[in-house]
């Protein structure tokens, strides 16, 4: 017996988001904190559910896997502010790092 689990992050459907978020501000803000850039696709959802209960996944057991384009991770990082970072900051950031002896 396999024992898997699938946490989905938000995946757009007619349904649920044009009841849950019919202004389009949820949509908004959650692209902001999903790395990938955009939201979950249904067909991306079922290939992944039909490769778990798949003999070529029979290795898997008692996972819960996050299918969020990345959005747990990045929510938790205290480092994720830096997105917010300009390629200019960027390229001052580094020169002050490489002025530092030892580095």
Request: aromatic share 10%.
């Amino acid at each position: 017996m396999r024992f898997n689990a699938i946490a989905p992050g938000p995946i757009e459907t007619k349904g649920a988001f044009t009841r849950l978020d019919p202004t389009g501000q949820f949509m908004k803000r959650t692209l902001e904190q999903i790395p990938i850039g955009r939201l979950g696709e249904i067909e991306e959802l079922a290939n992944l559910s039909t490769y778990l209960v798949s003999d070529y996944a029979s290795w898997i057991n008692g996972e819960i896997i996050a299918f969020d384009g990345g959005q747990l991770p990045y929510a938790a990082g205290m480092f994720n502010q830096l997105t917010q970072v300009t390629q200019e900051q960027w390229d001052m950031l580094e020169k002050a790092i490489r002025n530092v002896k030892g580095s």
